[in-house]
């Protein structure tokens, strides 16, 4: 089955340590995105990329950084330097094309909490 | 830039009412217009969408009509069930590329 994975679904970390989260889409879709979710709100973009090896800020990366080196894989470190890391973090993809507008397609969710 | 605005919830219906979940949008050009529905714990899963004025989308039940006029992008149903119970999100994905902007989403709960 054709699908976005994220792994672990919950994560636990101590206050100070940078933790990667993991997200793999088997879709062949070219852009890969991340956002985080707090209780009773929408969601917010960290980090977004539409192309291999390329990847642009969201209207929240400060505290995160991410790689793109593989089509199906967009990884997401959340340093200690992000301030409130406790969270609900999602990831997305969706095919690209110049000129259209196309649905996203969601993973089911990383919930991490930092103490 | 763009922005999304929806009804803050809780709504709570009795199981078989009528729903409907307000959506209005600020964008410049002609933006994709998208609902998500997100049950307990989970990601978000697509619902329906309408890619140009006066379009409908319709899935499982629900509908939503594409309202330039008015920017609007109301969902509804006509009778709900329990399983109905979730977070609604409309979003919008304007002139650069795919990128959404979500609106604060809306709990509904549909008791039995």
């Known amino acids: 089955d054709g699908g976005i994975t994220q792994s672990p679904k919950y994560l636990f970390r101590k206050e100070g340590q940078n933790v990667t989260l993991s997200c793999e889409q088997n879709l062949n879709h070219d852009a890969m995105y991340w956002y985080r979710q707090d209780p009773g709100q929408g969601l917010r973009l960290i980090y977004y990329?539409?192309?291999?090896?390329?990847?642009q800020k969201g209207d929240i990366a400060e505290g995160y950084s991410v790689s793109r080196e593989k089509k199906e894989s967009f990884p997401l470190t959340v340093t200690s330097a992000q301030k409130n890391p406790t969270a609900f973090y999602l990831c997305?993809?969706?095919?690209?094309?110049?000129?259209?507008?196309?649905?996203?397609?969601f993973g089911p969710g990383t919930r991490l909490t930092v103490t | 830039g763009n922005s999304v605005t929806q009804m803050e919830g809780p709504v709570t219906l009795s199981e078989e009412a009528f729903l409907t979940i307000n959506c209005t949008y600020t964008?410049?050009?002609?933006?994709?217009l998208f609902w998500y529905v997100q049950y307990p714990g989970e990601g978000l899963q697509l619902l329906l969408k309408a890619t140009k004025a006066d379009d409908k989308g319709s899935n499982k039940g629900f509908e939503a009509t594409y309202r330039k006029e008015t920017t609007s992008f109301h969902l509804e149903k006509g009778s709900v069930q329990v399983s109905d119970s979730a977070v609604y999100f409309c979003a919008l994905s304007g002139a650069a590329g795919n990128k959404l902007t979500f609106g604060g989403g809306t709990r509904v709960l549909v008791k039995p």
């Open positions: 997305a993809s969706s095919i690209e094309g110049a000129g259209r507008r196309n649905e996203q397609y």
């Open positions: 964008a410049t050009g002609y933006p994709s």
């Open positions: 990329s539409q192309i291999v090896n390329d990847f």
